[in-house]
Structures are given as structure tokens and as C-alpha cells.
């Protein structure tokens, strides 16, 4: 007798369920969310037109002087920048990676000393409730724990009044409209994603390793530094990475803290996609601004790439 | 004596993390149009305001339709994914769980643009059901990642008894597998309803107008005397949120002692 098929021995094997399994899910993913992104890609070197995008093929979108097409099919005379170009573009890119990069440093420093208590002081029984409590406000409304820190921090708000108060400062502190702000706020949105990652590292570790540390002479700060620090480090990448990738593309916290006086780069592709109406632009910079995202993340798993070694 | 400074700066870091959702009922039983202090005294009177608000009752409307079909479609989306994941080795898994997961990492402004651009461009008319669209794959990724830990507690053996006992793969599913994850799958529905409700970014984009609690909220807050109204409003939401987050939690804990594994951690 021949070998069964390889076709048939496919079907009805475990790879094929898996496959069937997982398809629709998958397949929703990517007419969502691949080709999204692609068409995201494709339009960014495209020409733009009225209310449409005409597939000629330039890279101006990004460098250089860019002309849209009028309605009535000519170009029209003035020039627009394109995205590596544009000062104003340029500078708020530059912003929005430093306020990401300030809120991902906040974030992190400040979450890590939360995962360590859980993971290390909290008893094996309450942990899941200690967490459950760090998740809570993470998941009500985005939009009014943004707002409820502008009425915190306004000129007659929470902070100033209780400042005030206290015979702390006699003049109200002016902290609306300002990038520290946004910082507070945006460390404050996404303290779960940093914790989390964190406290899973931390977990893994094995604790004979600390007990090691110590009983070879080490005192507690310094066992911290070389063994649990470093076996943590994982955590503090993920953590990182889960921070800073979104932060960019913040658009709320801009829009309410900021006032609209300190735009980030999400506010800009906004009001070239829908108010300009030149969706090429608009898509430059958003590939621009992912590009820069990556290129950084990139960058910082090479330099904790020792880190990672022999982690899966 | 010892300091227990991390204790301390735990619970500050607690007190930081919860002082805007304690801060919102103060105000919202505040009788004055400012939202400072000092608090003018008690009154109900911002809850009745925006109960009768009719556009306030529309917007709840339409984000119950686009939270309850965003929940059914992500546990779905999130049930497949999770079993396939955790039952089945196949090629390209990881890739493709990347791919489902992306959303977790991702700028919503980016996907959403894409997506505005792309229906735009194909012709599909804005409405709540590309709202619902967006939100399930937003969504989805934290349906696949509780779901997965409900799925990976599993006992392969169970499974193996009901075959050995003369079940099929479904009834064996529907038997077996579907009660003891049940938790699970609650527990995700209910993170994806409460997801959804508070969505934005996805809300404000891929609609047609049609306001949503979250749209309907962030109009309001450009009028000072509307603020109040808001607080209450407010802190209806963040009461049912806070309930919905109990009960998935419940539901998540109760799964895990069904099969009788040991309990890691949060939702994440």
C-alpha cells in the first residue's frame, strides 16, 4: 500500500484544526487590521486628489514639495511639504516622542516599586486582589479620568485649592495647558500596562537565587541590584515597549490637558486626513510616526539585548 | 523599627491611581455650577439633569447596541483564537497571534485612521456598525488573553475521558470544555462590554455622528455649565464599570478554582 496523501494526511490533522480554529478570528485581523494598514502604506506614496487619492506613485508625501490634484483634474499651484519636510510637522513629532519617552521613563521608575511590593511583600493569597485593585481604574472611562485631571489641576481646581489651603502657596499654581501635565496624566492612563509586565517577571524569579545573594554575603540593596534587578529586566522591556508604543499616538490627553495648545502628532494626522483632506500627507505622517516608533523600540531591545539572552 | 516603605508608597501610588474617580462623585453631588472647591453642599439634582437629556438617553442607546455586539463578536473571535492557540500546534501561529494581539500596542488614532480611510475609500457608509467593527478589534486581543488562561488551565485529560467515552469533538467541547471555561468566557464579555462603553478614539472616528456615551461626553465637557451634568454622569459609569470589573473578576476566580488551578494574577 502507497503512503497516504500528504494532502489528506493534512486535513484532519492537528496543524489543520488548529488552522480552521483560529482562521476566522485571524482572517478578521487582517481585512481589518493588515490591509488597514497597508492601504495606510500605499496611500502615503500616492498623489492626492479631491475627496480621493489618485494611485501615482511619488515620494513627496515625505520629502520635498507636494502638489494635490484640483477637481477639475489640474494641479494646483501651491505647494504642500511633505512629512520630513515640514517644520511644523517635524517639530511635533520631536515633541511627541519626548513626551512619550518622559511618560514611558515616569511610568516604569514609578511602577516598578508597586510590582516589586506585590510580587515580594504581598501574601501568595491577596496578590490576585492587590492586582485587581491596580487594574480597577484602568478600565473606567479613558475620556473622564483625562477631564477629572484637568479639574484636578486648573487654577481653581483640587490641588490648588488644598495647596492653598494648607498656607502651602499663596498664588494658585498654573499647571493646565503644560507638557508636565500631560505627563502626570499619560503615567496615570497607563501605570497598569507597566505594572503588569513587571510583576510577571518578577514572579518567575526564583527565590532560592535571592536567598543565594544573601548567604553569600550580599546585603539586600546590592542581592536587588545583581540578581533581581537584571532577572526583572525582561519585565521593565515589555513594560516599556507597552508604554511608549501607544503614548505617540495619544490623542485625548493632548486634546483636554493641552487645551489644543500642545498638539502631538496624532492631532496632526487628524487634521490632514479629515479637516485637509490630503490623506497621502496624513498617511506619511502616520507611517512616519510608526516608523519612528519602531525604530526606536528597535532600538532599545538592542541595547538590552543582553537582557533577553537566553529567554525565550 | 522597621519602615514599611513600600507598603507606603504602594498605597500612595494607589492613593494617585484612584484620586480622579474619587474626586468625580464629590462633584457630582456638588451644588454649584463651579467644580472647585470649597463644595457648595448636597444635591441630586445633576443626575436628574442629564437623566433628562434626550440625548443623553439616545447616546445610551446606541452605545448599549455597539457594547453588547462588540462583546458577543470579541468572546467569539477570542474563544476560537484561544482554543486553536492553546489546544493546537499549526504553522505560523505565532505570527498570526501577533497579528490578533497587535491591537493591545498599536496607536488607536493609527488603526483608526486606517480604517476611517479605508471604508471611506471602498465606499462603506460610517454608521454604528463600523463603530462595532473597530471596537471588536480592539477588543478581541483582551478577550484572546483572558480566554487563554481560562483555556491553558484546562485539563487535557477530561477531554480525553469524554472521547475515550464514545464523544465527538463537539459534544465533548459542548460537554466538557465549553462549562469549564464558562467563567472565562463571561469574564471576557463582560471586560469587552466595559472596553467598548468607554471607547473614544474609535467612537468619535468611524461614526457618522450618531453620539455615544463617550462622544456624547467629551461634546459636553467644551461647556462649562454642562460639567456638572457630566460628573454625574460620570459617576453612574464609573459605578457600573467598577461592578461589570467585579463581576468578571468574580467569574475569572471561580473558573480557576472549577479547574483547579492555581490563581496567577490579574486579567493581563
Known amino acids: 500500500m502507497s503512503e497516504p496523501q500528504p494532502r489528506t494526511r493534512f486535513w484532519g490533522s492537528e496543524a489543520a484544526s488548529g488552522l480552521a480554529l483560529i482562521s476566522p478570528t485571524a482572517l478578521y485581523a487582517i481585512l481589518l487590521l493588515a490591509a488597514p494598514l497597508a492601504t495606510t502604506l500605499i496611500y502615503s506614496v500616492f498623489t492626492d486628489g479631491y475627496l480621493t487619492v489618485i494611485p501615482h506613485f511619488q515620494l513627496c508625501n515625505y520629502f520635498g514639495e507636494c502638489h494635490s490634484q484640483l477637481q477639475d483634474g489640474t494641479m494646483e499651484p501651491q505647494a504642500y511639504l511633505g512629512a520630513w519636510s515640514d517644520p511644523v510637522v517635524l517639530s511635533l513629532m520631536q515633541r511627541s516622542l519626548f513626551v512619550s519617552v518622559l511618560v514611558t521613563a515616569t511610568t516604569v521608575i514609578l511602577a516598578y516599586p508597586v510590582a516589586y511590593f506585590v510580587s515580594f511583600n504581598v501574601d501568595a493569597s491577596r496578590k490576585s486582589l492587590w492586582l485587581f485593585l491596580i487594574t480597577i481604574p484602568f478600565w473606567t472611562s479613558y475620556v473622564i479620568r483625562v477631564f477629572m485631571w484637568n479639574v484636578m489641576i486648573s487654577r481653581t481646581g483640587v490641588i490648588n485649592s488644598v495647596l492653598e489651603g494648607l498656607h502651602i502657596i499663596t498664588d494658585p499654581l498654573q499647571m493646565s495647558f503644560t507638557i508636565q501635565a500631560m505627563v502626570v496624566t499619560l503615567a496615570h492612563a497607563y501605570a497598569p500596562f507597566a505594572i503588569l509586565p513587571i510583576y510577571v517577571a518578577l514572579e518567575k524569579i526564583d527565590r532560592s537565587l535571592l536567598e543565594a545573594g544573601q548567604d553569600l554575603g550580599e546585603t539586600r540593596f546590592s542581592t536587588f541590584l545583581r540578581v533581581t534587578l537584571p532577572l526583572s529586566m525582561s519585565g521593565v522591556i515589555a513594560a516599556v515597549l507597552i508604554v511608549f508604543i501607544p503614548v505617540i499616538g495619544d490623542y485625548i490627553t493632548p486634546n483636554l490637558i493641552g487645551g489644543g495648545k500642545i498638539p502631538m502628532i496624532a492631532n496632526m494626522i487628524e487634521k490632514q486626513m479629515l479637516k485637509a483632506d490630503n490623506r497621502p500627507l496624513g498617511s506619511a505622517i502616520a507611517v512616519s510616526a510608526m516608523l519612528v516608533v519602531g525604530l526606536v523600540s528597535v532600538l532599545f531591545l538592542f541595547l538590552n539585548r543582553r537582557y533577553l539572552m537566553g529567554q525565550k | ?268
Open chain 2, 1 to 268: 523599627m522597621k519602615i514599611p516603605v513600600l507598603r507606603i508608597y504602594t498605597i500612595a501610588y494607589l492613593i494617585f491611581l484612584y484620586a480622579p474617580i474619587i474626586i468625580l462623585p464629590i462633584f457630582a453631588f456638588n451644588n454649584s455650577t463651579a467644580v472647585a472647591f470649597p463644595l457648595q453642599g448636597f444635591t441630586t439634582q445633576w443626575f436628574s439633569q442629564v437623566w433628562a437629556d434626550p440625548a443623553l438617553r439616545e447616546a445610551l442607546k446606541n452605545s448599549m447596541i455597539v457594547a453588547v455586539s462588540t462583546s458577543v463578536l470579541s468572546t467569539l473571535f477570542g474563544i476560537l483564537a484561544a482554543r486553536a492557540s492553546t489546544r493546537y500546534s499549526f504553522p505560523g501561529s505565532g505570527p498570526v497571534l501577533g497579528l490578533i494581539m497587535l491591537p493591545m500596542v498599536l496607536p488607536e488614532m493609527i488603526m483608526a485612521m486606517a480604517l476611517l480611510v479605508v471604508f471611506l475609500s471602498i465606499g462603506v457608509p460610517l454608521s454604528l456598525f463600523t463603530i462595532i467593527l473597530g471596537d471588536v478589534l480592539i477588543c478581541t486581543p483582551f478577550a484572546v488573553a483572558i480566554l487563554t488562561s481560562a483555556f491553558q488551565s484546562l485539563d487535557r485529560s477530561l477531554e480525553e475521558a469524554a472521547q475515550d467515552l464514545g464523544e465527538g469533538p463537539f459534544s465533548t467541547f459542548y460537554l466538557v470544555i465549553l462549562p469549564l471555561v464558562m467563567p472565562g468566557i463571561i469574564s471576557a464579555s463582560l471586560i469587552c462590554f466595559t472596553i467598548s462603553i468607554d471607547e473614544f478614539i474609535i467612537a468619535n472616528f468611524l461614526g457618522s455622528g450618531q453620539k455615544l456615551l463617550s462622544t456624547y461626553i467629551f461634546g459636553q465637557l467644551r461647556f462649562p455649565k454642562n460639567v456638572p451634568n457630566i460628573m454625574a454622569l460620570g459617576t453612574i459609569l464609573v459605578g457600573v464599570s467598577i461592578t461589570l470589573l467585579s463581576l468578571a473578576e468574580f467569574f475569572r476566580r471561580r473558573g480557576i478554582a472549577k479547574t483547579g488551578a492555581k490563581d496567577t494574577g490579574g486579567f493581563l
